[in-house]
């Protein structure tokens, strides 16, 4: 007869299972794992809730057209050049508008680049309602479709305006050459100073941003059957994490896919990522963009339920973008909801339109980034009268969970940060054309 002793099985059984558990219990937790998740009925109530005491409104000053003034004799012709993406243009469009009324001069319609980065060849007629726009111009400056024939044939002067920033820098260096040649082109500076511009070339380039800028009809109508059939009440979501934006950042990220890697890595050329204690104080200034991952912790941090409706505004090559859809299940997009061929013919421009489109007219928004689009729209929705807009925190995530908080507690202080943001209305318009006021 064979006796075997229970205690040695025990202990080879018992003993490795241990340590593995110890191993787990001990193993610092991801800050967003899922399954520290409370569930959303032991959550604040949704960010939407709560009630704001700081908003914006369009300025009485430019809106009532005080400023207009007896049209003068024009100094000369100012063509906007513009480049990159549809957003970047239309804000160099505006400033080059301000600019314009500011020497008084005629504008030309602007040049639209054509760029193979961004996969574009439509110009500003193919976007904007060009008669709409010069009528609703009207009066703040004055804008042709064509040149007199006497200088139609001849290429517009260039002058170099990337250092100039106020009113004094283009009196003073851009004027005389516009007096000399008659008809110039101008890229405004990305560092504008428009609080330093008079009043009237102010209430110019409001009224281009906010009120002349209407899509061409058969975008309009394309955006609208875009918007139709977006499952209602929805969000509209601006999720930047594209190689190209990843590798700018510099910021280096655990867990990707070697699909993710790679791609970034060819999109790096020259700019590596920080390391070290420089990438430790990059990440903690809110310099890394969110991971689709990061983004979903943080929708559900901020009550936001996981069965909203989201219509995801953003152009291709997201990456990671299962860490947002496995949380939140109904995500939409353009391309899975236009499939026909006049949609799959367009460009750059014209499919930022209408995301631009969607994203203005959508019940909720939210940006994990502060770009050119997100500004855009969270000042013409203001300009609508919309006020759910919020921009998720960056520096807040990164500073949260280099303290080491994880899981509910990280939650809590992401809501808080979160909560006073939207209950001050910060970041929610541009302060150039609207007035701050108490709700």
Not at 112 to 136: C, K, L, P, R, T
Not at 383 to 410: E, I, N, V, W
Request: proline share 5%; net charge positive; hydrophobic share 40%.
């Amino acid at each position: 007869m064979v006796i075997l002793s229970v205690k040695p099985l025990f202990m080879i059984l018992v003993v490795p299972l241990a340590l593995l558990l110890a191993v787990a219990l001990l193993s610092p937790p991801s800050p967003y794992s899922q399954s520290f998740l409370p569930s959303n009925s032991s959550l604040k109530p949704s960010i939407w809730t709560v009630r704001r005491i700081i908003g914006w409104r369009p300025c009485k000053w430019w809106q009532l057209g005080d400023l207009t003034v007896a049209e003068l004799k024009s100094n000369g012709y100012i063509r906007v050049d513009c480049y990159g993406g549809l957003n970047q243009m239309r804000r160099d469009l505006c400033d080059g508008v301000g600019i314009a009324r500011l020497l008084n001069a005629t504008l030309v319609l602007p040049k639209f680049e054509v760029a193979a980065y961004w996969n574009e060849s439509s110009g500003f007629a193919d976007v904007f309602d060009v008669e709409y726009f010069i009528h609703q111009m009207n009066g703040f400056i004055k804008v042709v479709k064509e040149l007199p024939s006497e200088i139609a044939s001849q290429e517009p002067f260039q002058v170099d305006c990337s250092k100039r920033k106020g009113q004094f820098d283009y009196i003073e260096s851009v004027l005389p050459s516009l007096l000399e040649h008659h008809y110039i082109s101008i890229t405004p500076a990305m560092s504008q100073r428009r609080d330093r511009y008079p009043q009237n070339a102010k209430a110019a380039l409001c009224q281009a941003c906010y009120n002349a800028l209407r899509l061409t009809g058969s975008l309009e109508k394309k955006a609208s059957e875009l918007l139709e059939a977006i499952p209602k009440p929805f969000l509209s979501l601006h999720l930047r994490f594209e190689p190209d934006m990843v590798a700018y950042s510099q910021c280096q990220y655990s867990g990707l896919s070697s699909a993710s890697i790679k791609a970034i890595e060819a999109a790096q050329g020259d700019r590596k990522p920080w390391t070290g204690e420089l990438a430790r104080i990059w990440r903690k200034r809110g310099k890394c963009p969110l991971t689709p991952n990061e983004t979903a912790f943080i929708l559900q941090s901020l009550s936001i339920p996981t069965n909203t409706n989201i219509y995801l505004a953003a152009g291709d090559g997201l990456m990671e973008i299962e860490g947002l859809t496995s949380v939140y299940t109904n995500v939409v997009t353009k391309s899975g909801l236009l499939t026909g061929e006049d949609f799959t013919s367009m460009h750059g421009n014209t499919k930022a339109a209408l995301d631009y489109y969607v994203s203005i007219n959508s019940d909720s928004y939210v940006a994990t980034y502060f770009g050119n689009m997100d500004k855009m729209v969270a000042a013409m929705r203001v300009f609508k009268g919309l006020y759910k807009t919020l921009f998720l925190s960056r520096r807040a995530f990164a500073d949260f969970t280099s303290q080491g908080l994880r899981g509910r507690d990280l939650m809590q202080a992401l809501w808080k940060a979160h909560r006073d943001d939207y209950v001050l209305g910060r970041g929610s318009a541009l302060p150039d054309c609207f007035c701050e006021v108490k709700l």
